[in-house]
């Protein structure tokens, strides 16, 4: 594989990209659609294969899971490229328009980014969104999957790059790196002469290494250590369910939630609670000593247990005294991803939503809402933990970048 010839190839359709008609967009995202539920079987044989693989390679359950495609997960992916579709095109929005003192008239205009590259593990739906938000908004996408779904990537491209082909779009606008290796890797994150954005989607590792070695603007989409703070106004019955939901409903996602804070006051009424609502899914959960004392069936948590993203049935509990050591906690310990509040108190949830320094925070609701999808983008590129361009699930928009449009009847500058 040519690394720097596909990279060009790339480069060479975002003009084209750029110039398309929102119905005409539209309209391919629609049979794109259509074309990965025609071929689900062929997409979920590859998949098998990766499954397969991931197994013998020991491969946590959780990360099985988000592997794992099935006609339903393949039939949710061709929704949310058909919700894609319905959402507005952003491309072509005057931001604003101005007129100086000198007649001239000055506007802000949003235009795609270009050329987007995206580094991802085992998510195989990532390959259908990162294509259709990128798509949307003009932009030509380069792909990097891990070796784990590299079989269910290529099929997923394959289907994908065929439809573009038959509805006259150049193929190219969609490219995977078939190479696994990590220094094709670090050679993808060094092409920025043809690569005007980085999005890493992965671990802590993979981020980390994206941000340290790549020369092209990264955004950061970072792993989520996400809080539940059960205050002790809390309505004790409504924190269990958002517990159980938060930490089981799918295990090895970034908004799962994987710590657990509780008011002192309500320590001993809502642990055995939490236990118990726990124990179906056989939650291993690993609190400070004052939760053991409390519910001596739990596990004692280590310092190290309470900055961790297990993407497992494990979870940890911190008792405080009061709602300021709750969020002195939260912020030392997270990872800027989403945090949630259990109160009844107006002011508590005010100061939790003022103070916790989070993509996403949340007053008596679960984490696992921290989804482009479920916040009305159609998908996401990724959940953007940083400040600068982006912060939170992105979708549309985030996938632009302006320009200003200057008119002029022949001003000169004296």
Do not use: W
């Not at 519910?295 to 497992?312: M, P, R, V």
């Amino acid at each position: 594989m040519d690394l720097e010839l596909l990279c060009k190839n790339a480069c060479k359709t975002k003009v084209f990209l750029g110039k398309l008609s929102t119905g005409k967009k539209n309209s391919v995202l629609v049979a794109v659609a259509d074309a990965l539920c025609k071929n689900a079987e062929s997409i979920i044989a590859a998949n098998d294969i990766d499954i397969e693989n991931g197994r013998n390679n020991n491969m946590p359950e959780g990360l099985i899971d988000r592997l794992k495609l099935t006609v339903a997960r393949i039939e949710d992916m061709a929704y949310g490229l058909k919700k894609v579709a319905d959402l507005p095109d952003p491309i072509g929005e005057v931001l604003d328009m101005t007129r100086r003192p000198n007649g001239m008239t000055i506007g802000k205009k949003r235009v795609p980014m270009g050329v987007i590259g995206i580094i991802y593990e085992a998510r195989p739906n990532v390959t259908s969104d990162a294509f259709g938000l990128c798509f949307k908004t003009g932009n030509a996408v380069i792909l990097k999957g891990g070796s784990d779904a590299i079989n269910s990537n290529k099929k997923i491209v394959e289907v994908i790059r065929a439809a573009l082909n038959d509805n006259g779009i150049p193929a190219d606008a969609l490219q995977l790196i078939e190479s696994t290796d990590r220094e094709t890797t670090t050679k993808f994150m060094r092409m920025n002469s043809y690569v005007d954005l980085l999005i890493p989607r992965g671990s802590a590792g993979l981020i980390k290494a994206t941000v340290e070695n790549a020369t092209i603007p990264v955004i950061e989409t970072g792993t989520g250590n996400c809080h539940i703070y059960v205050d002790k106004s809390a309505d004790l019955d409504m924190a269990v369910k958002i517990l159980v939901n938060a930490k089981t409903q799918r295990i090895g996602v970034c908004n799962a939630c994987e710590s657990l804070v509780i008011h002192k006051e309500v320590l001993a009424d809502f642990l055995p609670m939490a236990v118990e609502a726990l124990k179906p899914f056989n939650v291993d959960i690993r609190g400070d000593e004052r939760a053991v004392a409390v519910c001596g069936e739990i596990n004692k948590a280590t310092d190290e247990d309470f900055y961790k993203e297990y993407l497992d049935y494990i979870i940890s509990v911190k008792t405080v005294d009061n709602i300021d050591e709750a969020i002195l906690h939260i912020n030392e310990h997270n990872t800027k991803h989403s945090e949630t509040i259990v109160t009844n108190d107006y002011n508590s949830s005010n100061k939790f939503l003022d103070e916790i320094d989070a993509a996403c925070v949340y007053v008596n609701a679960s984490t696992r809402f921290t989804d482009g999808f479920e916040f009305g983008f159609g998908a996401e590129i990724g959940i953007s933990t940083q400040k600068l361009h982006a912060r939170g699930p992105m979708g549309l928009r985030e996938l632009t970048t302006s320009k200003y449009i200057i008119y002029g009847n022949g001003q000169i500058r004296e």
